[in-house]
């Protein structure tokens, strides 16, 4: 008789700490998590960095792919966001760093359900909820400056419907597991902050 093998993820949550770091385009996750990384002894992992740090590795045989994706506003396919999210925790773990905030992944279910699967369960998602047109205004304004191919309008609102239809199915799956710290964000970045400071102090 055959027995089937379920697969066990590379390590247990008490060995290496994930927080999600999830919310709408603009809605402040990058800032926020400078801001924890300062205060607490985290690792911040931004999947959207790591994937245009790949597009512009020279000899990368995906830099084309990515390019296309991340200016149309889809989603990477998991395999190599999740290879390069590996990839950076495993180099983390060698310098005795075990704790992480994953910004902006998992925002599609397969990507939840790999992850959580292969690598690490998390232990909670901070979910920064903001109004569409605060989060319009804000990448408009960081698109005088920030060169980022995606902060133009065309590519805002291609990223806002894959929002509402591909990532906030994640946010709604997490809930059910009761895992989701949901935070107000349209108010100023240390109101967000202290925000942030009060929900999680509980958790870690
Ligand atoms: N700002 C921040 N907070 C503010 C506040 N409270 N008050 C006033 N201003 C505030 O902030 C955005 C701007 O707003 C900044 O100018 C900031 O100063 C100001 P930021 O902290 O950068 O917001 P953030 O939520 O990080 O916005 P970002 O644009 O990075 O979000 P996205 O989720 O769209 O971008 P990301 O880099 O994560 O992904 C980009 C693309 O990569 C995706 O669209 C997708 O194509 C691809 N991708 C994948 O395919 N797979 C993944 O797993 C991840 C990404
Ligand atoms: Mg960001």
Do not use: W
């Not at 910004?103 to 903001?130: N, T, Y």
């Not at 304004?141 to 591909?166: A, H, L, Q, V, Y």
């Not at 009761?178 to 929900?199: F, L, M, P, T």
């Amino acid at each position: 008789m055959t027995t089937a093998t379920t697969s066990q993820p590379a390590f247990s949550p008490d060995q290496v700490s994930v927080v999600f770091v999830l919310g709408g385009p603009g809605a402040g996750k990058g800032t926020q998590c400078e801001k924890l990384v300062k205060d607490y002894s985290f690792v911040h992992l931004s999947a959207g960095d790591l994937l245009r740090a790949e597009q512009n590795r020279k000899g990368s045989q995906y830099g084309e792919l990515i390019s296309n994706h991340i200016k149309e506003g889809l989603i990477v396919p998991q395999e190599i966001t999740l290879a390069l999210l590996r990839n950076a925790i495993s180099e983390n773990l060698k310098v005795n760093k075990y704790k992480f905030l994953i910004d902006g992944f998992p925002r599609k279910m397969d990507q939840a359900v790999s992850f959580e699967r292969d690598i690490v369960e998390s232990k909670f998602v901070l979910f920064f909820d903001c109004p569409e047109d605060v989060m319009l205004q804000r990448l408009l304004e960081r698109g005088k400056t920030s060169g980022r191919s995606d902060d133009n309008i065309e590519s805002i609102k291609k990223r806002f419907k894959t929002f509402e239809g591909t990532s906030m199915p994640v946010i709604d799956y997490f809930e059910t597991k009761s895992k989701v710290v949901r935070i107000r964000c349209d108010k100023s970045v240390e109101d967000v902050y202290k925000e942030v400071q009060d929900a999680i102090r509980d958790r870690l």
